[in-house]
């Protein structure tokens, strides 16, 4: 804290909580999801697992096909390419740039940010019901679950 204090000026200026929380932080860079995973229009679980999907922590079988854990790679939902972080999101990233072509009310953008966010959740639990109830569950029931969760919470 004393280095806060000198290099802050902090006597002379004075002190605050705020302030000292931002220097204890340190700087952080600016990344381009943070709207994306923290919009209030967002259900915290799918956040959740968002968050650790932009992170490349969610336990993907090309990781543990790599660990020995696994003997295959293939995604357990189409079973055509390797499951991989890519294969997971790629259709919610291009998903973004069509349905944010052209939106400018931040409202609508936020309640297509949730419907992403949802989507991505909904694709790993549906990943993990495949895996441990050896049944894919099927798309239309999974869109009218997204519909519905969305709808509620940003209402
Ligand atoms: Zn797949």
């Known amino acids: 804290m004393k280095a806060g ?15 000292g929380y931002k220097w204890l932080q340190g700087s952080m860079p600016d990344v381009r999801w943070t709207k994306w995973i923290w919009n209030n229009f967002n259900i915290p679980k799918h ?3 968002a968050w650790i999907a932009i992170h490349d922590r969610l336990r993907l079988r090309n990781k543990l096909f790599k660990l020995g854990i696994c003997e295959d790679e293939a995604c357990l939902l189409c079973g055509t390419e390797p499951e991989n972080l890519h294969h997971l999101d790629y259709s919610i990233e291009n998903a973004w740039k069509i349905w944010s072509r052209g939106l400018k ?30 049944a894919v569950i099927h798309p239309e029931k999974l869109c009218k679950v997204i519909c519905v969760e969305v709808i509620e919470r940003s209402q």
């Not at 204090?5 to 302030?19: C, L, V």
């Not at 297509?112 to 966010?117: K, M, S």
Request: proline share 2%.
């Open 5 to 19: 204090f000198d290099s802050r000026n902090w006597t002379d200026k004075g002190y605050s909580i705020g302030e």
């Open 47 to 49: 956040s959740f697992i």
């Open 105 to 134: 009310d931040p409202i609508k953008k936020k309640v297509v940010l949730a419907v992403l966010t949802a989507l991505l959740y909904h694709i790993w639990l549906a990943r993990n019901h495949s895996y441990w109830k050896k």
